[in-house]
C-alpha cells in the first residue's frame, strides 16, 4: 500500500513538473533510451498537438457531427456499455460484459482522441462523463477496468475488450494530463499479467493470433510503464517478452510459406490477424528479442502474399478470404491495420509502414462510409456494382453486411471501430525522433503546436495532398531551436524534391526519411515535392481459401479461380471507375460499368490523362464530377455480364469498342469498379502474376 502512494506521488509531482514544458514526448523518450533493450525510433505526439486543417479537418468535423458524435444516441450497447448495467445485444455477458465492452471501447477511444483533435465541447463532455466512470471505478477499489464485475475478466474475450479500454484511457490521459487517469493506469497494469497462449497453441499461426488477442494490453501497459516509470509494469513487460510460447508464436509464424495454400492451422480470423501482428514487436522492446519484428514483418508479408485487396486491407469475410472483385473486407480491418503499422512505423523507423497507413486511409478510409460520414456499412469491396447483389452479402455478419446504416451492421464493432480512422491517422502524423527531432511521417493539411527544449513551436503543414504533389511545411518558433527533422519519402516516389528557404536539399534517404539537421529559425520554410504517376497493375484473382469456414460459402467452391485484372493507382490514390449512385445504397439503374482497361501494366507512359480541378475542401463530399483528380483512361466497352461465382472475365477481352473513361479516387464511389477487366492486348504487354 505504501509503494502504491509513494508511485502515485511521482505520478503527480512527474505532471507537475513536466506540465511547465508540456514536452511529454521528451520523458517518454528519456524512459525509453534508459530501460528499452530495443529503443523505437519515433514517439508521437501528445493527442491535441496536431490538429488538421482544410480537407482534413473538414472530415474530421464531418465524423463529430456525423457517427462517432452520436453513436450512442442509435444503439444502446454505445449508450450503456462500462455503465456495469445488463444491456439486451448480441453478444452480451453477465451484467453487460462480452461483446458490447469491446464495441464501446472503440468508440470511446475514436471519439474521446477525435473530441479533444478538434476541441469539441459537446464530444469532450460526452466522452468524459463514461470514460470517468472506469477511473474512478479503478480508484475506488476495482483490480481492473471491468470495475463493477472484476470476475469478467477471468475470460478471455474480456481480457481483449479489457486492452481497449486501456488504450481508450491512455488517449484520454494523453489528451488531458489528468493525473487521476495515469494513477487508474498505473493501478491496473502494475497488477496485471498479460496472457499469451499456451505452447500446444503457439504451435498454429490460427490458434496462435487468436489466443494472442488477449494479449493486446501489450501496448496500452507499454504506453503506462513509459509515462509512470512504474517497475512492477517493467517486470510483467519483460516476463512475457521472454516467455516460451511468444518464442514459440514467432517461429510459428517465421515459418509461414506465402507460396503455399492457406491450411486449416492457418485460417486467420482477419481482425485476429492485424490485432496479433505488433504483439511481438512490442513486446521485444522490453525482452530484447529481435524475432519479435522479423515475425511481425514476415507474417504481414504471408498475409498480404495472399489476401491484399487493391485498397490496402487484406480481404476478410470475418477469416482472411484470398484476392478478388468481390471479396470484402471487414470496416473493422481499417483503423485496426492503421493501429498496428502504426506501432511498426514507430518502432522501426522505416517508411514502408507510414506507406502503408496512407493507402489505408486514403482509400479503404472513406469507402465504408457516407459522404456526410452519417452512415456506414460492415464490408467494402474493390468492386461494389449493385446493393445486396453484387457482391453478395457474406453469410457473416448476417444480410446487412453491404448496406450503409448509422450503426451499419447488427453486430456493431465495426460501428465502434470505424471512429478511430480519422483521429488515428491525425495523431501519427507528426513524431519525435529518439534523437530528440521531429519526423513528419504522414501527410495531409494541419497544425502542430508543440513545445520542445524550451521553445514554443508551431508549425503549419500547407497542402492538398495526397490530391496534390506540393506541402509546404512553415516553422514558426518564439526562438531558434536547434534539432534533426526526418521527411518521409513516400516509396511511390522517384524523384522528389526538398527546398529549405528556397535552397534544395540533396542526400539519399536512410529508411525512408531525409534528415535535415540545422538551427531552425521562427519563418524558416521547408518545400517538398512528391510528383505523382500514374500506374497500372496486373494480377489474378485467387481463390477463397480451402477450409472449414469457407466450406458453406458457394463461391468457395471453385478452385479455379485466375480471373485476370488491373488496377489503377495514381500516388498513394487508388482510382476506380464511378458507378452514379442516388444514395449510398441505390446505384442508378442506368449506370455502365462493362468496360475492360486497355493499358498495359506499368507506369503508365500513354493512354492516360490526368485532369485536375480547383480543390473543395467538403472531402469527398465533392460529387462524382466534381473530385479534385480525375483521371481519363483508354479502355473497351464489351457485353459482360458478372455474376457472383464469376466477378471477372475468365480469360482477358477480345475485341470490342474503344471508349474513353473516366476515373475517381475510389474513396469518392459508393459503387465502382477498381479491379478491371483487362484486354487481350494490355494483358499480353503487362508484367503479370
Known amino acids: 500500500m505504501k509503494n502504491k502512494f509513494i508511485i502515485g ?86 451484467e453487460g460484459t462480452g461483446w458490447p465492452l469491446e464495441q464501446c471501447s472503440y468508440w470511446l477511444d475514436g471519439a474521446v482522441k477525435l473530441a479533444y483533435i478538434l476541441n469539441d465541447s459537446a464530444l469532450i463532455h460526452k466522452t468524459s462523463e463514461r470514460l470517468d466512470r472506469v477511473v474512478n471505478g479503478v480508484l475506488g477499489g476495482a483490480d481492473n477496468f471491468i470495475y463493477w464485475k472484476p470476475d469478467a475478466i477471468n475470460t478471455e474475450f474480456n481480457v481483449w475488450a479489457h486492452s481497449l479500454m486501456g488504450r481508450s484511457l491512455v488517449s484520454y490521459y494523453q489528451a488531458t494530463h489528468d493525473p487521476k487517469i495515469l494513477k487508474a493506469l498505473d ?58 510460447s511468444m518464442t514459440i508464436s514467432e517461429k510459428t509464424w517465421l515459418e509461414s510459406d506465402p507460396q503455399k495454400p492457406v491450411s486449416e492451422d492457418q485460417s486467420v480470423h482477419g481482425v485476429t490477424y492485424y490485432e496479433a501482428i505488433k504483439v511481438p514487436a512490442i513486446a521485444s522492446m522490453w525482452s530484447g528479442d529481435k524475432n519479435g519484428m522479423t515475425a511481425a514483418e514476415h507474417i504481414l508479408k504471408w498475409g498480404e502474399r495472399l489476401n491484399l485487396l487493391p485498397f490496402g486491407v487484406c480481404s476478410s469475410e470475418e477469416y482472411l478470404a484470398g484476392k478478388g472483385a468481390f471479396r470484402n473486407t471487414e470496416t473493422c480491418n481499417v483503423p485496426t ?166 535552397k534544395a536539399v540533396k542526400g539519399k534517404p536512410e529508411a525512408g526519411f531525409v534528415e535535415i539537421f540545422r538551427t531552425w529559425k521562427n519563418r524558416d520554410r521547408i518545400d517538398l515535392v512528391f510528383p505523382m504517376k500514374v500506374k497500372v497493375t496486373a494480377g489474378k484473382e485467387t481463390p477463397y481459401p480451402n477450409v472449414k469456414y469457407f466450406a458453406s460459402t458457394k463461391q468457395a467452391s471453385d478452385r479455379t479461380v485466375q480471373n485476370p485484372f488491373e ?31 486497355d493499358i498495359p501494366s506499368g507506369i503508365a507512359k500513354t493512354g492516360i490523362k490526368i485532369v485536375k480541378t480547383p480543390m473543395k475542401n467538403k472531402i469527398w463530399d465533392w460529387g462524382l464530377e466534381a473530385a479534385p483528380v480525375k483521371l481519363v483512361v483508354r479502355a473497351k466497352e464489351f457485353n459482360w455480364n458478372p455474376t457472383e461465382m464469376q466477378p471477372l472475365p475468365e480469360k482477358s477481352v477480345k475485341g470490342a469498342q474503344t471508349v474513353s473513361l473516366q476515373l475517381v479516387p475510389y474513396g469518392c464511389t459508393k459503387f465502382r469498379v477498381s479491379m478491371f477487366p483487362v484486354t487481350e492486348r494490355a494483358w499480353m504487354n503487362s508484367d503479370n502474376e
Open 187 to 244: 493501478k491496473v497494469y502494475s497488477g496485471l499479467t498479460l496472457r499469451l497462449p499456451n505452447e500446444h497453441q503457439s504451435e498454429s499461426v490460427s490458434q496462435s493470433m487468436e489466443h494472442m488477442r488477449a494479449s493486446t494490453n501489450v501496448d496500452a501497459m507499454s504506453e503506462t510503464y513509459v509515462m509512470t516509470g512504474d517497475t512492477a509494469i517493467l517486470r510483467h513487460l519483460k516476463e512475457f517478452g521472454n516467455n516460451r
Open 337 to 502: 491495420s492503421m493501429w498496428s503499422l502504426s506501432w511498426l512505423l514507430r518502432l522501426s523507423g522505416t517508411s514502408t509502414w507510414a506507406d502503408k497507413i496512407e493507402q489505408i486511409f486514403f482509400n479503404a478510409g472513406p469507402a465504408p462510409v457516407t459522404r456526410d460520414f452519417k452512415m456506414l456499412c460492415y464490408y467494402q469491396s474493390p468492386n461494389r456494382l449493385d446493393a445486396g447483389k453484387l457482391p453478395t452479402n457474406p453469410h457473416i455478419s448476417g444480410p446487412a453486411g453491404l448496406v450503409f446504416t448509422p450503426y451499419g451492421a447488427p453486430t456493431l464493432c465495426c460501428a465502434g471501430n470505424v471512429n478511430n480512422t480519422i483521429p488515428d491517422y491525425i495523431q501519427n502524423m507528426c513524431m519525435e525522433s529518439m534523437d530528440g527531432g521531429l519526423a513528419f511521417t504522414l501527410y495531409g493539411p494541419c497544425r502542430i503546436e508543440k513545445s520542445m527544449k524550451g521553445r514554443k513551436l508551431s508549425i503549419q503543414c500547407r497542402t492538398e495532398y495526397p490530391f496534390d504533389d506540393k506541402i509546404s511545411i512553415l516553422i514558426g518558433s518564439n526562438g531558434a531551436i536547434s534539432m534533426p527533422v526526418y521527411l518521409r519519402i513516400p516509396n511511390w516516389c522517384s524523384r522528389y524534391s526538398v527546398k529549405v528557404n528556397g
Open 9 to 94: 506521488l511521482l505520478i503527480l509531482l512527474y505532471v507537475h513538473a513536466f506540465g511547465w514544458s508540456r514536452d511529454f514526448t521528451a520523458r517518454k523518450i528519456s524512459v525509453y533510451q534508459s530501460q528499452a533493450i530495443i529503443s523505437p525510433q519515433f514517439v508521437p505526439l501528445e493527442i491535441g498537438e496536431i490538429r488538421p486543417e482544410g480537407w482534413l479537418r473538414d472530415w474530421a468535423e464531418f465524423a463529430a457531427k456525423g457517427v462517432t458524435g452520436h453513436l450512442d444516441e442509435y444503439e444502446d450497447v454505445f449508450r450503456l456499455a462500462w455503465k456495469g448495467v445488463p444491456i439486451k445485444a448480441p453478444g452480451v455477458g453477465p
Open 567 to 597: 488496377c489503377v493507382t495514381y500516388g498513394p490514390l487508388l482510382y476506380a471507375l464511378p458507378i452514379r449512385d442516388i444514395n449510398a445504397n441505390k446505384k442508378d439503374p442506368e449506370a455502365k460499368y462493362n468496360y475492360a482497361l
